[in-house]
């Protein structure tokens, strides 16, 4: 029990890191104030603002480098096809949260995208069931799991290497990792280095897939601090209300 313990613990760390890399990436450029616009509590801001310049040079001079190098070599169809790929192994989480959320229609969808993708899209590498069958992905998380079931999002933090985050988004972010199968199958030596493997292909493909957004965000924000954690919590706030229809 101790052994699956700790390589849940280990493996959620590294799950975790892959999409949180490029998190300072996601928020689009600030403009007018959106549906969803707030001002938002940030007790934790001094933590959170070294942590935010922290992940900032991380990208800057690690993994833009490396993503843009990895984009040289390899053409932007190879990569959408490994991004397919990634999406296809990451099918679990989305079809237990929306089971979680009762679902039934879209949990139902995602089994069914599995299945299509993993054979005739040549184990995932291409999204055959969204282009010949009309099956679109129903991104889901725990997180957005708990929000639906009222459970308060907590104050918002900037975690070092996974980036913005809030309370009830690091419990779902623990939750979903959770939910990898290879450390309940393989021993600890091998579903830890393979976890880590796939959490640094994985950053290293979706950056190279948005090399550009960052800078976009950089060049319109006064405050770029500001302008990240507000495109967070407004992404946030607009797929928890799209769940909760």
């Given at each position: 029990?101790?052994?699956?313990?700790?390589?849940?613990?280990?493996?959620?760390?590294?799950?975790?890191?892959?999409?949180?890399?490029?998190?300072?990436?996601?928020?689009?450029?600030p403009?007018p104030?959106?549906?969803?616009?707030?001002?938002?509590?940030?007790?934790?801001?001094?933590?959170?603002?070294?942590?935010?310049?922290?992940?900032?040079?991380?990208?800057?001079?690690?993994?833009?480098?490396?993503?843009?190098?990895?984009?040289?070599?390899?053409?932007?169809?190879?990569?959408?096809?490994?991004?397919?790929?990634f999406?296809?192994?990451?099918?679990?989480?989305r079809?237990?949260?929306?089971?979680f959320?009762l679902?039934?229609?879209?949990?139902?969808?995602?089994?069914?995208?599995?299945?299509?993708?993993?054979?005739?899209?040549?184990?995932?590498?291409?999204?055959?069931?969204?282009?010949?069958?009309?099956?679109?992905?129903?991104?889901?998380?725990?997180?957005?799991?708990?929000?639906?079931?009222?459970?308060?999002?907590?104050?918002?933090?900037?975690?070092?290497?996974l980036?913005?985050?809030?309370?009830?988004?690091?419990?779902?972010?623990?939750?979903?990792?959770?939910?990898?199968?290879?450390?309940?199958?393989?021993?600890?030596?091998v579903?830890?280095?393979?976890?880590?493997?796939?959490?640094v292909?994985?950053?290293?493909?979706?950056r190279?897939?948005?090399?550009?957004?960052f800078?976009?965000?950089d060049?319109?924000?006064?405050?770029?601090?500001?302008?990240?954690?507000?495109?967070?919590?407004?992404?946030?706030?607009?797929?928890?209300?799209?769940?909760?229809?």
């Amino acid at each position: 029990m101790l052994k699956i313990i700790s390589a849940f613990l280990l493996v959620a760390m590294t799950v975790m890191v892959a999409p949180a890399f490029a998190d300072p990436a996601a928020p689009p450029p600030p403009g007018p104030p959106g549906e969803y616009a707030q001002s938002y509590g940030d007790p934790l801001a001094p933590f959170n603002e070294k942590m935010f310049w922290f992940n900032l040079k991380l990208d800057k001079f690690v993994l833009h480098p490396v993503a843009s190098g990895y984009a040289f070599v390899l053409p932007k169809p190879a990569r959408e096809s490994v991004g397919n790929f990634f999406d296809n192994v990451n099918f679990i989480p989305r079809f237990a949260n929306n089971l979680f959320q009762l679902r039934m229609a879209d949990a139902g969808g995602e089994v069914a995208r599995f299945g299509i993708n993993s054979t005739l899209g040549v184990g995932g590498l291409f999204d055959v069931a969204d282009s010949w069958f009309g099956l679109k992905q129903h991104n889901d998380d725990f997180g957005l799991t708990l929000g639906h079931y009222g459970v308060g999002q907590g104050a918002y933090i900037v975690w070092p290497f996974l980036g913005p985050s809030t309370i009830r988004d690091t419990v779902g972010y623990a939750t979903d990792s959770a939910m990898w199968p290879l450390p309940y199958f393989v021993p600890w030596y091998v579903s830890i280095p393979t976890g880590a493997g796939k959490a640094v292909i994985e950053a290293v493909n979706y950056r190279s897939l948005h090399l550009n957004l960052f800078e976009e965000v950089d060049r319109y924000a006064i405050d770029l601090y500001g302008a990240v954690q507000d495109g967070y919590m407004q992404r946030r706030t607009a797929q928890l209300k799209e769940v909760s229809e």
